[in-house]
């Protein structure tokens, strides 16, 4: 006998990708930056938020092995910028550095995020479980009108996602059973972690997260509980 | 030579009695379960608020000096409520005691706080500096409204007020000065300790915080940066 569906109490979403355009986002800033303007530069704006996004996961790979001490994002975005510049030869000045750096800071969300969470929110307790650290997500909140119940962050929990301590993390910050939580997220194995923990998952299409380029495969695991091609249609199917 | 003013970047707000009553609304959670109705019962609701109340510190202490493991504030309020249920020989079943013990979670704000908050969110950066838990916290902000902008607790800081680790945590999170936070609370011993740190302060004045039967002095500390007379007022000396 199938289990009846029940609503799940908490909705934890994934941020970069997921809510926000951080290649969009990203591709503006270096633009309006003129950064990549100078001659024989052979590297695009598309190109360039892709490869600064790219050192994300080999970063986080070595706070997590303990060769570097617990480091945040804003940080390891920090040195994995330094290092691009570096391999380009690309000007930019320590405050041009620092304020390129805050981009992350300011990513917009996508053009559905903001009427989807506000709906989702009515019949859920909706929060963020992010890579990104908590002054970053609570400027991007603040900015872009995410209205999030909750702000999570592998900052509060001192390990980075996926490791279990985030998904059941969120659980025992609402005191409810791991089931009780769904994760939303635009990526399958930020997904497949978390499933492994006993949540629930909800898969969401961002076919041009990493530019309209390069479009990535949005079929998702047959595995999860919803499928959804954005968050108003999140909302949709969880009838909010 | 007198330093120009500053506004602070970051408004960080006690809660408990600074924000939200939690007096007020631990009578009518007693009156409403008729807790105290039976006959010979020498204590009142107000009685029984201020008594639960007056738990906290010592049960905190036995936290910070490290008789008690880390310990949530919800655990904390429930050690308390089965000592004092017991005391008084009040009878309470474990899911009448589980649903009072919530009661924190829905604390009322004090009537000029959701406007005083969304008025101060238009120059400031707000967030909570509270004892409370991040689930108690979240799920008292969803109720009532209260738009903070980031919910911190000494959950994420794993110490209690008065530590300094709470205070520079703040600052810490947004990479600010301490100088460029302001705690905002209606108890001077609080506001002591984070200037203690380097913060700036702001005293709100809750003359009834303990009930109307037990009025409190309000006069607070000259050595305050501010001192208002509720968040509305505290907004208005902010010019937002």
Known sequence: MAT???????????IF???VDWHGSIVREVEALGLLDGPG??????DFARAWRAGYRPAMARVMSGELG????DDLHRMILDELLDQYHLALDEPGRRQLNLAWHRLAPWPDSVEGLSRLKQRHVICTLSNGNLGLLA???KLGGLPWDLILSAEVFRAYKPHPDTYLGVAEVFEV?????????????????ARGCGL?????ERPHEFGADAPKSVEGSSANDLHASS???LARALQC
């Open 177 to 193: 059973d791991p089931s009780e939580v769904m994760l939303v997220a635009a990526h399958q194995d930020d997904l497949d972690a």
């Open 139 to 141: 400027d991007m909140a």
């Open 4 to 14: 009846p569906w029940q609503r799940p109490k908490i909705l934890a979403f994934d």
């Open 17 to 19: 990708g997921t809510v």
């Open 200 to 204: 629930k998952t909800a898969y969401i």
């Open 70 to 73: 617990w480091t945040r994002i």
């Open 41 to 46: 530069c052979a590297l695009t704006p598309a």
């Open 231 to 233: 968050l108003t249609d």
